[in-house]
């Protein structure tokens, strides 16, 4: 087991993605713990990776608010004795083209994709320090190179991806590298909120002819999540099935 006697936060980790990635942590010997706004589903996830024999615990956490997302940190600590292994993998999306933008969906998206991403690497990144061992991966986009109707989300991945860089240049003397993953359509409920026209003939646009899965992104995270990535930092992962090549 490539993460034995290894502990994991996993935000985001009640549904989609951030289940799978928690999920495959702990198949591989992590102790996770499962971080969402959604209490339920968080507590679900950890549940279901203990009954499969796995440790897992689960805290309730809006990243966007900076002590919600320290505490999540905490509790992954007192848990567990310590922290390795940060996943920041919470994400919203609320669309609107750029004119009718309204303020709300601008802050709401730009505090959690943005700031919590933010919020959850500073506090995880003080206990690796001292560690002087981390690994943090970040959740980006392929959005982040610009799409219509998500102005305010596609900044916050091209934010996270500078932020990674920035991160992996100011902590790599201390044994933590930063690194993102740009997943492309991926079949999740974020996705399936789409309009159906939209979603329509997608698999098609893609060179390798279908859309992901959440285990085709948590399998990257793993990697960059274990001591096999130990000289990749500042790097982002295009995991799109060749989608931005056409």
């Known amino acids: 087991m490539i993460l034995k006697d290894q502990a994991a936060l996993v935000t ?3 549904s989609g993605i951030g289940e799978a990635t928690a999920k495959l942590l702990a198949e591989n010997g992590a102790a996770v713990m499962v971080a969402d706004w959604n209490e339920e589903t968080a507590r679900a996830t950890a549940e279901a990776i203990t009954a499969a024999g796995g440790k897992a615990g689960s805290v309730k956490c809006d ?8 505490a999540a940190v905490e509790a992954t600590v007192e848990a567990f004795g310590r922290i390795d292994i940060l996943i920041n993998n919470a994400g919203i999306t609320r669309d609107q083209s750029a004119l ?9 998206v730009l505090g959690v994709n943005l700031s919590g991403v933010f919020y959850c690497a500073q506090a995880a990144g003080k206990h690796m320090r001292e ?3 981390g690994r943090i991966v970040n959740a980006s986009s392929v959005s982040s190179f610009g799409q219509f109707g998500q102005a305010n989300y596609s900044a916050t991945k091209a934010g996270v991806t500078a932020m990674t860089r920035t991160l992996a240049i100011e902590w790599g003397k201390y044994g933590i590298t930063v690194n993102a993953i740009a997943p492309g359509f991926i079949k999740t409920a974020m996705t399936e909120a ?3 026209e939209m979603r329509e003939g997608v698999a098609e646009r893609i060179p390798v002819r279908r859309v992901g899965e959440p285990y085709d992104i948590a399998r990257i995270y793993l990697f960059l ?5 130990s000289f990749i930092t500042g790097v982002l992962i295009l995991a799109d099935g060749g989608q931005t090549l056409v």
């Open 12 to 14: 985001g980790g009640g």
């Open 63 to 70: 990243v966007s608010d900076k002590p919600q997302a320290v």
């Open 225 to 229: 999540a274990s001591p096999e990535s």
């Open 194 to 196: 789409i309009p159906a």
């Open 131 to 133: 560690q002087e061992y």
């Open 100 to 108: 009718k933008m309204e303020q709300s969906n601008w802050e709401q």
